[in-house]
């Protein structure tokens, strides 16, 4: 059988979430240049960033400093040159975390040769017989969508983005990188090449969706598809500023309040995952024993974000700038941080406010196994008792107007009403993650796409984990079969064929 190679190209674009791309600090000399977070491996994230303090991470973590490194590990498997890989921008994010999934779907999508009988005993042929998912709108893919697909050329791309800064900023270099990779088609080898397909993972698909909804991409994008976002937020957010990152990953990505605290308070990508309205109100209780008062009741920024002095309040304002040991910029490092939550974060959230591309599909975790904060709790406990002698209670009128006498960033502070020692205060402990979702991203979340316009399919996987989620086979097949049902679409625009 001879195949002739299409001439139409539909670029599928990989677009990772926060901390999946590799970045380097910038320099006016190239040679000076140096990586500051590459995710090749455990073990080279772990050499850079294990045991770092909040003064070195709030240095050299700057989003003003910092941008995309393309010089990352490309995954070996498929018959691509690794310059043509890298060239697509396989460098730019974490092959520790996606490097398998490109590979995969590369040859997923180009799998026209002898090995499938052109196709016939490919991946896509199996999708006709089989469902991705046993949810609402899923159907195996027809003859017709399989057929059409081998008609154009899927080569598929990455485009890393510096997720210290906005997401705004990121939806524009995903803007100019897409650009790039058409004109390339088109000018090196003639090929039709106007529309491009994404796949996104967590933060990446507020990116894409920033790109296609609010910068106005739309007319470039066939369809979307979204792997674990957090569409309306995580309250994972929080969690991690007033905690740490929990488990083995806690020395890398900060392992208290101050060393996360450090560089998330300076960067707005990362305060965009905080839960927006849309996410909902009264997520962050504080319970005295028998009575709680729940927050936000109609704004997480006033309400939660920008509480200054207040042991549950997202931020101390004494963390903000650990290279400041004087404390002598507090007010001027606050003010840094308000702004940033009003002109950078609640406009973010506004503008994507229910907005996705008009061919949306999108799964997300849903599995007991995987406890999430879906909302955080301050639970009052009860101190240790010494002997038979239990010890005394203090009585708190207002908890959230109480002050904080003893707070190590770990998720455990100790309050008080009169100022008084921390031996006479009230204990308050962070309680466990316990919704149902990845580990990151609750349900709630997750599936807010659901009905909203644009959004064709909306599926829940359970086993799925929010970093490895395209290392799971049945995520992976969802995508191709996505993929696959976007590209018929195709049909509808200038790059159809004339029949």
């Known amino acids: 059988m001879c195949y002739m190679i299409p001439k139409r190209i539909i670029p599928v674009i990989f677009v990772p979430g926060i901390m999946g791309p590799n970045l380097k600090s910038m320099a006016t000399d190239e040679n000076k240049q140096k990586s500051v977070w590459s995710v090749d491996s455990k073990w080279s994230i772990g050499t850079q960033w294990g045991g770092k303090g909040p003064a070195q991470r709030k240095q050299f973590l700057d989003p003003a400093k910092t941008e995309v490194d393309g010089a990352g590990s490309i995954a070996k498997g498929t018959k691509k040159s690794e310059a043509e890989l890298r060239r697509r921008g396989w460098g730019e994010v974490a092959a520790m975390s996606y490097g398998s999934f490109l590979v995969w779907l590369e040859n997923a999508l180009n799998d026209a040769d002898a090995s499938t009988d052109y196709g016939i005993t490919g991946l896509r042929a199996e999708l006709m017989k089989k469902l991705v998912a046993e949810a609402p709108g899923v159907e195996p893919l027809t003859y017709d969508e399989v057929a059409l697909s081998y008609k154009y050329q899927f080569p598929v791309h990455a485009v890393g983005y510096n997720w210290l800064q906005s997401n705004e900023d990121s939806a524009q270099r995903l803007s100019d990188r897409i650009e790039q990779f058409m004109e390339h088609y088109r000018s090196e080898f003639g090929y039709m090449c106007d529309k491009v397909i994404l796949v996104t993972h967590s933060m990446g698909g507020l990116v894409a969706r920033h790109y296609s909804e609010v910068l106005g991409g739309h007319p470039n994008v066939l369809g979307i598809v979204h792997g674990v976002m957090p569409a309306t937020g995580a309250a994972m957010a929080y969690k991690r500023v007033k905690a740490g990152t929990e488990g083995i990953a806690g020395p890398v990505l900060g392992a208290d309040a101050a060393e996360v605290t450090a560089v998330f308070a300076q960067a707005p990508g990362a305060l965009q995952l905080l839960p927006g309205p849309d996410y909902g109100m009264h997520w962050l209780t504080v319970r005295d024993f028998d009575s709680s008062t729940s927050v936000p009741v109609q704004d997480p920024y006033e309400e939660v974000y920008l509480q200054r002095g207040v042991w549950w309040g997202l931020i101390e304002d004494r963390l903000l700038n650990p290279l400041d040991k004087g404390k ?25 406010s229910g907005k996705y591309h008009m061919n949306t599909y999108v799964f997300y975790g849903d599995d007991a196994a995987h406890k999430t904060w879906g909302n955080v709790m301050w639970k009052r406990t009860r101190r240790q008792s010494y002997g038979s002698v239990p010890i005394p209670e203090p009585t708190l009128g207002k908890p959230l107007s109480a002050k ?96």
């Open 404 to 499: 904080a006498t003893w707070n190590p960033g770990l998720g455990q502070q100790v309050i008080s009403t009169d100022g008084g020692k921390a031996s006479d205060g009230a204990l308050f402990v962070l309680q466990d993650a316990d919704e149902r979702g990845d580990g990151t991203v609750p349900v709630r979340s997750g599936k807010a796409p659901a009905g909203q316009r644009g959004v064709q399919v909306c599926v829940p996987y359970s086993s799925i984990e929010h970093e490895g989620a395209y290392k799971d086979e049945q995520s992976r097949r969802f995508a191709l079969w996505a993929i696959t049902k976007i590209a018929y679409r195709v049909k509808q625009t200038s790059m159809a064929y004339k029949t």
């Open 328 to 352: 002598l910029t507090t007010e001027a490092d606050w003010k840094d941080f308000k702004r940033l939550i009003n002109e950078s974060v609640r406009k973010f959230h506004t503008d994507i």
